[in-house]
């Protein structure tokens, strides 16, 4: 073998589903834990509102159509189907409005895949207690953020959505970890779905299949968790291949030792973070970065002269590009609609991404006195720092004002509280469940450890929409 392709990093496969085979309720540090619990209420917050949205509906209504074993259900709908179409309509939705939550260095939102199917698996093939639950969502956290950290923003930078490169190892490692795999056949799962990694980022400027990246992402794991379990075979050593593995062929800068560093003791899953805004999250900090600006100096919109934003390379490349009103999905993705609507609404969430708001002729004008830049500043920081955003408002009134945020509200440096992702669970699901529906739903996931089993979280679940 030549040295060009020598393994980058001999084991790494076996090591991750070794590892993520054996996971155990008792082994997760409490705050691991809670941190799951609050995943998965913001994740099925996430699917329900996200099923309700047309481009979800297209997919369901492809399901419908296909039709499979009624095992497991599509949320928010009377529609049970086989695990598989569930999780892709599950996922698609989880995926649908950009509320999931998000593992900054790994650029993955690992609760709209490996919720969605955990559940599935739990309802169509194996019934678990909220301890097995937990459990096989870790493990896909744990795997999908580690090959995701491993790959680096090499990966976004040349194209692909990690959601669906990097998301389908959440997937296979949530799949697997549910049927209780062992740790060969935990192997074989992520050698299989290794094969199945895509997602093209151009998707974000226009095209409803960003949602389906996360759907395709989660489906393939379940395909890849079953063919395992009848001894078919994967890729043994998919993710340190020297040619034609995930890190040689989708990241041209990998750092394979971010796939076990500190394996066991130090829990990706615990850096999990969660947006307060309804859009991409690399431009929270400079949204917030306004309206702090707006409130502390009592600015309506018509007082902003100009706005400099000044932001990382990544954040720059991923969301700074020209608004067009290209569609729902451009308008989340994009910089200057998001700034747009806080100083026209004061705030981004479900009402300022309805399709009607996209021309708003007052979003367009304020969008024609907003500049940005990259800032070599920021970038020094590093790619822990990629999220930083400085905001210069220059007022009619010749007032120059300044604003900077290093942590987004809702990353782990700077985290949500409890409080906050139920309210954001409650505002999102309002039209979807009842109140009861809904206060009960709260309470099964705070209680989560505790449940025997999952059949009445699934019922409500499984229940239509008004």
């Known amino acids: 073998m030549s040295t060009e392709?020598?393994?980058?990093?001999?084991?790494?496969?076996?090591?991750?589903?070794?590892?993520?085979?054996?996971?155990e309720y008792?082994?997760?540090?409490?705050?691991?834990?809670?941190?799951?619990?609050?995943?998965?209420?913001?994740?099925?917050?996430?699917?329900?509102?996200?099923?309700?949205?047309?481009?979800?509906?297209?997919?369901?209504?492809?399901?419908?159509?296909?039709?499979?074993?009624?095992?497991?259900?599509?949320?928010?709908?009377?529609?049970?189907t086989s695990v598989s179409q569930a999780v892709l309509v599950n996922a698609t939705g989880g995926h649908a409005f950009e509320l999931d939550d998000i593992h900054k260095e790994s650029i993955v939102h690992p609760g709209s895949i490996a919720v969605p199917v955990a559940l599935a698996l739990s309802e169509g093939r194996r019934e678990m207690s909220g301890r097995e639950l937990i459990a096989a969502i870790v493990a896909g956290y744990e795997i999908g953020t580690r090959v995701g950290n491993a790959a680096t923003m090499s990966l976004f930078y040349r194209g692909f959505?990690?959601?669906?490169?990097?998301?389908v190892f959440v997937a296979a490692a949530a799949a697997a970890r549910s049927l209780r795999l062992d740790a060969e056949r935990t192997h074989h799962a992520l050698g299989i779905v290794g094969s199945q990694a895509g997602g093209l980022m151009a998707a974000q400027e226009g095209a409803m299949v960003k949602r389906l990246h996360s759907g395709r992402a989660a489906q393939s794991g379940v395909y890849a968790a079953l063919l395992a379990e009848r001894g078919f075979t994967g890729i043994s050593d998919v993710l340190?291949?020297?040619?034609?593995?995930?890190?040689s062929t989708y990241s041209g800068e990998p750092k394979p030792q971010r796939l076990t560093d500190g394996l066991g003791s130090e829990w990706e899953t615990g850096k999990i973070g969660y947006k307060p805004h309804a859009c991409v999250t690399s431009i929270h900090t400079a949204l917030d970065s306004l309206a702090t600006l707006m409130r502390e100096h009592a600015l309506s919109v018509d007082d902003i002269e100009s706005v400099d934003v000044a932001l990382s390379n990544m954040t720059y490349v991923h969301c700074a590009w020209e608004y067009k009103a290209q569609g729902v999905t451009a308008a989340q993705?994009?910089?200057?609609?998001?700034?747009?609507?806080?100083?026209?609404?004061?705030?981004?969430?479900?009402?300022?991404?309805?399709?009607?708001?996209?021309?708003?002729?007052?979003?367009?004008?304020?969008?024609?006195?907003?500049?940005?830049?990259?800032?070599?500043?920021?970038d020094a920081m590093g790619p822990a720092f990629?999220?930083?955003?400085?905001?210069?408002?220059?007022?009619?009134?010749?007032?120059?004002?300044?604003?900077?945020?290093?942590?987004?509200?809702?990353?782990?440096?700077?985290?949500?509280?409890?409080?906050?992702?139920?309210?954001?669970?409650?505002?999102v699901t309002a039209s979807v469940l009842s109140r009861k529906q809904a206060d009960r739903l709260v309470q099964l996931v705070a209680q989560l450890e505790r449940l025997d089993d999952l059949r009445e979280l699934i019922s409500i679940l499984g229940t239509p929409r008004p």
């Open 5 to 23: 392709h020598a393994s980058l990093l001999p084991g790494a496969t076996r090591t991750l589903a070794e590892f993520s085979s054996r996971i």
């Open 26 to 80: 008792d082994d997760l540090p409490a705050d691991v834990v809670e941190r799951m619990k609050l995943s998965v209420l913001d994740s099925l917050g996430c699917i329900l509102h996200g099923n309700s949205l047309p481009w979800t509906e297209r997919v369901l209504d492809m399901v419908r159509v296909e039709g499979g074993m009624a095992v497991a259900s599509v949320f928010g709908t009377d529609v049970r």
């Open 161 to 167: 959505h990690p959601q669906g490169s990097s998301g």
């Open 240 to 247: 340190e291949a020297g040619y034609g593995g995930y890190l």
């Open 333 to 378: 993705m994009n910089l200057f609609y998001g700034l747009a609507v806080i100083a026209v609404d004061g705030v981004a969430f479900v009402e300022q991404y309805r399709l009607e708001r996209l021309r708003d002729p007052r979003l367009f004008d304020f969008i024609g006195r907003v500049t940005a830049r990259i800032d070599p500043q920021i």
């Open 386 to 427: 990629r999220h930083a955003a400085r905001v210069t408002i220059r007022t009619r009134d010749g007032r120059t004002l300044h604003h900077e945020i290093l942590n987004r509200r809702g990353s782990p440096e700077n985290p949500l509280g409890y409080e906050d992702i139920e309210y954001k669970f409650r505002q």
